[in-house]
Nanobody, 121 residues
Framework: QVQLVESGGGLAQPGGSLRLSCAAS????????IVWARQAPGKGLEWVSDIDTDGNKIYYTDSVKGRFTISRDNAQNTVYLQMNSLKPEDTALYYCAKPLQPGWRSELESWGQGTQVTVSS
């Protein structure tokens, strides 16, 4: 069974940092693009970042560029999202997801409960 389990969220002050982890199992992790998405209160799901199979192609939504860093460790079946210079508007439930098929960058699946990030003074 495919599993993606998010962890690492919590409470941070504005300007602080958190490191999110996405632990994957049940599929050939190294063949899939992995995506981080988030859902803020009262808003829809928002794409945040994604990383290709080798970590060579990386994308960020404009609002997090220069502050967040995505990375992956294929040997550990884990993708990370280092979140620096956090802002209150980063408050959301963060999910990781994968495409339905290896090599795809669309038709995403979300798994697990997500991990809550709250940025507040």
């Amino acid at each position: 069974q495919v599993q993606l389990v998010e962890s690492g969220g919590g409470l941070a002050q504005p300007g602080g940092s958190l490191r999110l982890s996405c632990a994957a199992s049940g599929f050939t992790f190294s063949t899939y693009v992995i995506v981080w998405a988030r859902q803020a209160p009262g808003k829809g799901l928002e794409w945040v970042s994604d990383i290709d199979t080798d970590g060579n192609k990386i994308y960020y939504t404009d609002s997090v560029k220069g502050r967040f860093t995505i990375s992956r460790d294929n040997a550990q079946n884990t993708v990370y999202l280092q979140m620096n210079s956090l802002k209150p508007e980063d408050t959301a439930l963060y999910y990781c997801a994968k495409p339905l098929q290896p090599g795809w960058r669309s038709e995403l699946e979300s798994w697990g409960q997500g991990t809550q990030v709250t940025v507040s003074s």
